[in-house]
């Protein structure tokens, strides 16, 4: 299996919940209306964890990965993040097994 997938998780400040969702919702539409490869790009809020938000990404390949990291909409949400992100951790991830989407033909 040749797809990559990464684990983000942010730490936000306190109060800054919204202003991050919303630069959230505005990386995703872009995500979906320029990035063919990547499979999933979901975020999701933390039960019982208010300032914590977790993203799963999964990418066709190692080059729908690298091509979404020279969009013009990741650099700016990467850049804005911190404004609202204590600490950000991420994992890079291999799948081997499971169910996941197909990479476009």
């Not at 919303?22 to 209306?33: G, H």
């Not at 911190?82 to 291999?94: G, M």
Request: proline share 7%.
């Amino acid at each position: 299996m040749s797809q990559m997938a990464l684990c983000v998780r942010f730490t936000l400040r306190d109060g800054a919940g919204e202003e991050f969702d919303e630069l959230v919702r505005q990386a995703v539409a872009a995500v979906l209306e320029h990035e063919p490869g990547t499979l999933v790009y979901a975020c999701s809020e933390v039960e019982g964890a208010p300032n914590q938000r977790v993203f799963f990404e999964l990418y066709a390949d190692r080059a729908a990965f690298d091509e979404h990291g020279r969009q013009p909409h990741v650099r700016h949400f990467l850049s804005e993040s911190k404004k609202y992100a204590e600490k950000t951790e991420i994992d890079h991830l291999r799948p081997y097994a499971g169910k996941f989407p197909s990479p476009p033909a």
